[in-house]
């Protein structure tokens, strides 16, 4: 019998914080994507982990892009989100 754990925003955001400290932005940017589709709505720490990987990552444009998509879904971006995005913005 198929008992699998249920994804939620929690074991999102740890998977999504996972793979920004292994560097892999693309699969952290793949799992934020997905959760939308698993009904599972990201919050501001989903956000925050998904930009810091892109920052890792040199990928500022992508982390310019979720920050600037935050407010429009109802996320208030927080001192992290701010710092996160700024640092990508640098490394660019």
């Known amino acids: 019998e198929g008992r699998g754990v249920t994804p939620n925003v929690i074991s999102y955001n740890a998977a999504i ?3 920004e400290k292994g560097g892999q ?3 952290a940017l793949e799992l934020f994507n997905s959760m939308g589709g698993r009904g599972v709505k990201p919050n501001v720490i989903s956000y925050n982990a998904a930009i810091s990987a892109c920052e890792k990552g040199g990928q500022w444009e992508k982390a310019l892009e979720l920050f600037n998509s935050m407010e429009g879904r109802g996320v208030k971006p927080d001192v ?3 710092n996160a995005t700024i640092s990508a913005c640098e490394k660019g």
């Open 17 to 19: 914080s996972a793979c």
């Open 25 to 27: 932005w693309e699969k």
């Open 80 to 82: 992290i989100s701010y």
